[in-house]
């Protein structure tokens, strides 16, 4: 038998009153957006169902159930979903499908977990899991196990009706994404930045992306690879706005005014106030990297105190304590990897000096600044941004 729904489970942790119901009605929409995004509206419909989402599928939907658990798998807030079968709360109905279900498989011991929201319902879970477990030792030959079984029955008698499936599908976790507001995340088009995009996306923030680029000093690659990663990540954030800037009018005057080994800093300075004040306009809270601690020049703790002191809202670093390996096992995990190992002109390495302050002092690096015209740089950058959307 072809499963007809899936049930969708959410962590309840700190979920309570009015956060809740929020939580419940953005991860239904979110899963809606996903869905409609691949295939027809008519496929699917999402429903909220006693604490748990419920995605119904019609016949084309039941021959895409492939399709659909690959989309679900990255929508942000789910921490485990189950393709399951409805039928009515009958003990006759629910035993005869268990035994069908437990029928196919290649496992030798199984138990029945059964859960009864609806007390309505006349027969308790422990003498569910008792009468429909013997049906199938009786039909299968299979044996018990508790503690450990090979396959599980589970069945959820809830809203009048009840859902049996012997499988569970991991989530992505975290919180669905547009509960913890906007963020500006600075994507590069290496492997760190889609890496800490992803990790506050799954934490339910929408990141709008800024990204830096240095043509015609370079080429566009880099905004190519940015394109393609967004269009990655859209997997877990449907709906994705690029700013495109261009840094090399800001680069060219630090190259001729400034002491070269600040450079890198004074970029980074650029970087995060124009990332600040698009943050401004579009109401975001924070700003995004991909920094990890010490990995490179620019990423000391004291470098790292002089780059934040230019602006006043937060940088949040998702990526400060993890190393190059594991934030290359993630980049790999959500699919990013690959477009970030194709070769570019990245904007800073091209007009970096041969040896970089790793110690920077703001004193020296404001006394550098000075000869700049911050806020006229700063403006020209923003009014020349390209805004591309991504639906
Ligand atoms: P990544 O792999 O994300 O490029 P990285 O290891 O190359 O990081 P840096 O070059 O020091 O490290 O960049 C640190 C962070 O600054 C990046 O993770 C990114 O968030 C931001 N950043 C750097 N260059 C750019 C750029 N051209 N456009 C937007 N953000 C940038
Ligand atoms: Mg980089």
Redesign the pocket.
């Known amino acids: 038998m072809k499963p007809d729904v899936i049930l969708c489970h959410y962590g309840e942790i700190g979920l309570k009153g009015k956060n809740r119901s929020y939580f419940e009605k953005k991860l239904q929409e979110n899963l809606r957006k996903t869905i409609k995004r691949s295939l027809p509206d008519s496929y699917a419909s999402v429903d909220r169902l006693y604490g748990r989402l419920i995605v119904r599928l019609n016949e084309q939907g039941q021959n895409e159930i492939s399709t659909i658990i690959a989309l679900l798998k990255n929508v942000c807030g789910l921490v485990y979903f189950a393709p399951a079968v409805q039928t009515a709360q009958d003990m006759g109905v629910i035993t005869e499908l268990a035994v069908e279900m437990m029928s196919s498989g290649d496992y030798k011991t199984f138990r029945v977990t059964s859960r009864r929201t609806d007390k309505d319902f006349h027969v308790g879970s422990q003498k569910m899991n008792e009468d429909v477990g013997a049906a199938i030792i009786e039909t299968t030959g299979k044996g018990v196990n508790l503690g450990n079984p090979d396959k599980t029955c589970f069945i959820d008698v809830v809203d009048g009706k009840a859902f049996l499936y012997t499988e569970k599908i991991q989530g992505q976790g975290g919180l669905p994404v547009g509960v913890s507001g906007k963020v500006v995340s600075?994507?590069?088009?290496?492997?760190?930045?889609p890496v800490?995009s992803y990790y506050v996306m799954k934490r339910g923030a929408v990141a709008v992306f800024?990204?830096?680029?240095s043509v015609p000093y370079t080429n566009e690659a880099?905004i190519e690879k940015v394109r393609e990663m967004i269009e990655v990540l859209q997997s877990f954030q449907q709906r994705a706005i690029l700013y495109l800037i261009k840094l090399a009018p800001i680069q060219k005057v630090i190259m001729t005014d400034t002491e070269p080994k600040y450079r890198v800093i004074l970029y980074r300075r650029f970087?995060v106030r124009i990332a600040e004040a698009i943050a401004h306009k579009i109401k975001a809270k924070a700003l995004i990297?991909?920094?990890s601690l010490g990995?490179?020049a620019?990423?000391t703790l004291e470098n790292i105190s002089v780059i934040e002191e230019a602006i006043s809202i937060p940088i949040l670093r998702p990526l400060i304590g993890f190393d190059k390996l594991e934030i290359i096992d993630k980049a790999k995990e959500i699919n990013t990897y690959d477009i970030s190992i194709l070769p570019d002109q990245?904007?800073?390495s091209l007009f970096t000096p041969k040896h970089p302050a790793t110690k920077a002092r703001l004193k020296n690096v404001l006394v550098e600044e000075k000869k700049l015209n911050v806020r006229e740089l700063v403006k020209t950058a923003l009014d020349s941004a390209v805004i591309e959307t991504f639906n």
């Open positions: 600075l994507l590069s088009g290496g492997i760190d930045s800490s800024v990204h830096f680029h880099s970087m990297t991909g920094d990995q490179v620019s990423q990245d904007c800073c």
